[in-house]
């Protein structure tokens, strides 16, 4: 070998090896690299998270007929008080199965078990314009009898929900795209999943207009309360575009956005698209992942849903702290305002107690929140709402969930987690109680759960540690497909396309 070929050789040798080197270091400071999300949580911190999670997916585990799949609307059942199953709750119910497995809490041939259960149930229970039906135009009924699935009481009061059979079907879509295997059982949850979704006839509902309408009785038809303007009914149209079967088309979507403009602006210091209760922010997104997707008008306001959720805790967390109304506890780490239970007691439904000695209003379950356009507050907090918030801002709602644990104890946080709500305002002992007791020096504490309201807790803190439901509902081709045809474009949509 000549000397010149030998020294050309040993450059290529000394620059391989300084290649080799230079991948070691960035290896090495790789591993270094301070790590981010809940991986970078002290342990006490992920301590805490995973047992609010696992302590709230306990109760869609002992709360569910398991002969039927059905799920409560609250737990426990309460001597003289109506017991019911709630089909929303029912769609968070099949998510936490899935939840429950990735986690280890739940085998795997549980959750088939359980999720086909309640999918065996829907699929064959009676659709039909009967009174005592479970459900029409494959639609169900808001509640349902536990045992026999029917229409609760066949009550006149209680209507085929549009907007609650979505996160029925959204619960149902989860476990068509989670249960992916080849066997048996996971190819029957794929085709009743798949079969359910198909029946859903949107545009029955819709009345042959473009918006759809939030109720319907066999004894006084529709409600004719359509749904247009920001609110929960977000994640609805979304199912609506993505059927198969019986979608509507975009112009549901433009006229859904068209009154946007009476609640986009500034509240407590955070523009946004406003909304009073939190779930209007939160339970699309427990399915969703909008981190970059955006359709015709948040491209124009250039933020994406997310965001905006995330502008929607911070501007409730600064109501707290400015506390208008001065409620007792009220502040940085004790916020939060949606639909759920509160201490009102003996009056008539939909009415707030007033007492003599205190002119501030009561409620018992109604929405409450606070923002441009809406104001309902009456001391009462509800845990779900900071908690269900934790993937978009989870900054101020570890700190909240921290303080509310230390500061109220066992009065707050038992055995399935936050109780539905407090009221450290309410210290009256002589006013009968729907729900909930009073503690002394403390104020009103529920003592039941909201199944709705246990939804978002167990759902989002698992988006925020691992990303789970919404990387599997990326794989839905009827999410994609509404998400399309609202017009949303970005984030994993766009990647999606392209593989």
């Known amino acids: 070998m000549s000397f010149s070929n030998y020294v050309r050789m040993l450059n290529v040798n000394v620059f391989i090896a300084l290649l080799v080197l230079a991948a070691g270091w960035q290896d090495a400071a790789l591993a270094k690299a ?39 609307d609250h737990w426990p059942q309460v001597p003289g008080n109506d017991y019911f199953a709630s089909i929303a709750s029912v769609g968070f119910g099949l998510t936490a199965y899935g939840i429950g497995v990735e986690r280890g809490w739940m085998k795997r041939g549980e959750a088939v078990k359980r999720t086909l ?23 169900f009924y808001h509640f349902l009898d536990m045992e026999t699935g029917k229409r609760f009481n066949s009550s006149r009061w209680v209507e085929l929900s549009s907007v609650d059979t979505a996160w029925l079907m959204y619960g149902v879509l989860f476990a068509q795209s989670y249960y992916d295997r080849n066997t048996k059982d996971e190819e029957e949850i794929r085709r009743l999943a798949d079969e359910l979704f198909r029946r859903v006839d949107w545009r ?60 986009w602006g500034e509240f407590q210091g955070q523009t946004h698209l406003g909304a009073g209760p939190a779930f209007w922010h939160q339970y699309t997104h427990t399915w969703i992942d909008f981190r970059g997707l955006k359709d015709d008008y948040m491209r124009d306001k250039g933020i994406d849903y997310f965001e905006n959720g995330k502008r929607a805790a911070l ?8 506390n ?73 709602v570890i700190p909240a969930i921290e303080e509310m644990q230390k500061r109220y104890g066992d009065d707050l946080y038992t055995k399935y987690g936050f109780v539905d709500g407090f009221n450290p305002s309410f210290t009256f002992t ?3 109680l729907r729900t909930g007791r009073v503690v002394p020096g403390k104020g009103w504490f529920d003592t039941l759960y909201i199944g709705i309201d246990q939804g978002p807790i167990v759902t989002m803190i698992e988006n925020y540690r691992s990303d789970f439901i919404w990387k599997t509902m990326r794989k839905n081709p009827y999410i994609r497909e509404g998400l399309k045809r609202a017009g949303f474009t970005g984030g994993w949509l766009d990647e999606t396309a392209k593989k």
């Open 204 to 263: 029955w509902f819709s009345d042959g207009n473009p918006l759809v309408q939030g109720g319907w009785t066999p004894e006084n038809g529709f409600d004719y309360n359509y749904y247009r303007g920001y609110s929960e009914a977000f994640g609805l149209y979304i199912l609506a575009l993505g059927s198969p079967t019986h979608a509507l088309g975009p112009e549901s979507w433009t006229r859904w956005t068209q009154t946007y403009g009476k609640t």
């Open 324 to 396: 208008p109304m001065q409620w007792k506890d009220y502040g940085a780490n004790v916020w939060g305002l949606t639909a759920g239970n509160g201490p009102r007691g003996a009056s008539r439904k939909g009415e707030p107690d007033r007492y003599a000695n205190d002119p501030k209003p009561f409620y018992g379950y109604i929405a409450r929140g606070a923002g441009l356009g809406y104001s309902v507050d009456d001391g009462t907090i509800a845990p779900t709402a900071a908690i269900g918030s934790i993937a978009f801002a989870p900054e101020i």
């Open 34 to 72: 301070p790590p981010s999300g809940f991986a970078a949580l002290p342990k006490a911190q992920q301590a805490m998270l995973d047992d609010v999670e696992k302590r709230t997916f306990e109760y869609f585990v002992d709360g569910a007929n398991t002969k039927n799949g059905l799920m409560p």
């Open 430 to 432: 002589d006013r009968p």
């Open 315 to 322: 501007s409730q967390r600064e109501y707290a702290i400015h």
């Open 117 to 139: 259960a309640a999918l065996r149930f829907f699929h064959d229970a009676p659709q039909s314009d009967a009174a005592d039906a479970a459900g029409y135009h494959g639609f």
